[in-house]
């Protein structure tokens, strides 16, 4: 008897963690499009390969704890059609967090957590056919002159769509999105942010920036103007990495962007993602965490979404 109330008691406990996973993916009452968030965290993930620190040890230990590469996915759930902004390292994960629905993948630069994951569309792996990749100029002229990258477009796997700076792509009746120029260490490739628009709101996606005062736009009033806000939070302030140059790895520290948006109203749009394996906030029990929160801002979570 006491063998059968365990046995009954695992198998409710399956369910119920099934039935949950599932709604975290993808929330199925939803028929306005809307975007999802597959991963926060900066391109190496969190856990760091090499790392030893405190900041990495519980989370080898706790696989429940590994945060995916920074990445969002578009979503309509009325056509069934999803696109996702960079493939990372994790894509094959956050592709099955799309239910493996996809219609096309938009790329925001050449450092290795952004476009790595395309390799899975390979032979080796997926042997897709002709999937559409958004690339800017530069960007297009590396995937197509350099292995292993140049092999998926001879092998017809991917079909690379050049796009252009604030030049608006349709992506359906309901959607579309707008690469922007931003400013980064651009060896490769170029480096762009993305407008999404959908039919009631915006979002604006900024993984990696160098600082907001070297844009030639206005921050504030690019986040005034659109409902939500995924911005650049790799690190949280210059004291994180101890004995490294910070300036060879410029990108605006989470207070000083706490500081820098102090006087706008719709703080509460502002998610910081794309945070380094050493940021103290991807930890929710943390200080940084909670003082982000005090000042009326967000840290992008996993699997959360935003209803455009």
Same mark, same amino acid.
């Given at each position: 008897?006491?063998?059968?109330?365990?046995?009954?008691?695992?198998?409710?406990?399956?369910?119920?963690? #099934?039935?949950?996973?599932?709604?975290?993916?993808?929330?199925?009452?939803?028929?306005?499009?809307?975007?999802?968030?597959?991963?926060?965290?900066?391109?190496?993930?969190?856990?760091? #390969?090499? !790392?030893?620190?405190? !900041? !990495?040890?519980?989370?080898?230990?706790?696989?429940?704890?590994?945060?995916?590469?920074?990445?969002?996915?578009?979503?309509?759930?009325?056509?069934?059609?999803?696109?996702?902004?960079?493939?990372?390292?994790?894509? %094959?994960?956050?592709?099955?967090?799309?239910?493996?629905?996809?219609?096309?993948?938009?790329?925001?630069? #050449?450092?290795?957590?952004?476009?790595?994951?395309?390799?899975?569309?390979?032979?080796?792996?997926?042997?897709?056919?002709?999937?559409?990749?958004?690339?800017?100029?530069?960007?297009?002229?590396?995937?197509?002159?350099?292995?292993?990258?140049?092999?998926?477009?001879?092998?017809?796997?991917?079909?690379?769509?050049?796009?252009?700076?604030?030049?608006?792509?349709?992506?359906?009746?309901?959607?579309?999105?707008?690469?922007?120029?931003?400013?980064?260490?651009?060896?490769?490739?170029?480096?762009?942010?993305?407008?999404?628009?959908?039919?009631?709101?915006?979002?604006?996606?900024?993984?990696?920036?160098?600082?907001?005062?070297?844009?030639?736009?206005?921050?504030?009033?690019?986040?005034?103007?659109?409902?939500?806000?995924?911005?650049?939070?790799?690190?949280?302030?210059?004291?994180?990495?101890?004995?490294?140059?910070?300036?060879?790895?410029?990108?605006?520290?989470?207070?000083?962007?706490?500081?820098?948006?102090?006087?706008?109203?719709?703080?509460?749009?502002?998610?910081?993602?794309?945070?380094?394996?050493?940021?103290? %906030?991807?930890?929710?029990?943390?200080?940084?965490?909670?003082?982000?929160?005090?000042?009326?801002?967000?840290? #992008?979570?996993?699997?959360?979404?935003?209803?455009?």
């Amino acid at each position: 008897m006491k063998n059968y109330h365990i046995v009954l008691f695992l198998l409710i406990f399956s369910i119920f963690f #099934a039935v949950n996973l599932n709604e975290s993916f993808t929330n199925r009452s939803f028929t306005n499009p809307y975007v999802i968030v597959l991963g926060i965290a900066q391109d190496g993930g969190a856990p760091h #390969a090499g !790392c030893t620190k405190e !900041c !990495c040890e519980e989370k080898w230990d706790n696989p429940t704890q590994h945060a995916r590469v920074s990445s969002i996915g578009i979503v309509d759930p009325v056509t069934k059609e999803s696109w996702i902004i960079d493939a990372t390292p994790d894509f %094959a994960l956050q592709l099955t967090a799309l239910d493996n629905q996809l219609s096309g993948i938009f790329l925001t630069h #050449a450092h290795i957590g952004h476009y790595t994951g395309l390799m899975h569309l390979g032979r080796e792996v997926m042997g897709a056919k002709e999937i559409p990749v958004y690339a800017m100029p530069r960007m297009k002229t590396f995937l197509e002159s350099n292995g292993p990258w140049n092999q998926l477009v001879a092998l017809n796997n991917i079909s690379i769509n050049e796009i252009n700076d604030n030049v608006k792509i349709t992506l359906n009746e309901r959607l579309s999105i707008t690469p922007f120029l931003v400013p980064h260490r651009d060896e490769y490739s170029e480096t762009v942010g993305y407008k999404v628009e959908g039919p009631n709101k915006s979002l604006v996606f900024i993984p990696d920036i160098d600082k907001w005062q070297k844009w030639d736009q206005d921050i504030k009033e690019v986040v005034s103007n659109n409902t939500y806000s995924l911005l650049d939070g790799t690190f949280y302030d210059i004291d994180e990495l101890p004995g490294r140059d910070m300036s060879e790895i410029p990108h605006p520290f989470i207070v000083e962007s706490i500081d820098f948006f102090s006087d706008i109203v719709n703080k509460s749009g502002v998610h910081f993602i794309h945070l380094n394996h050493s940021n103290p %906030a991807l930890d929710s029990n943390s200080n940084a965490f909670d003082n982000i929160k005090k000042n009326g801002f967000h840290i #992008a979570q996993r699997d959360q979404l935003f209803d455009l």
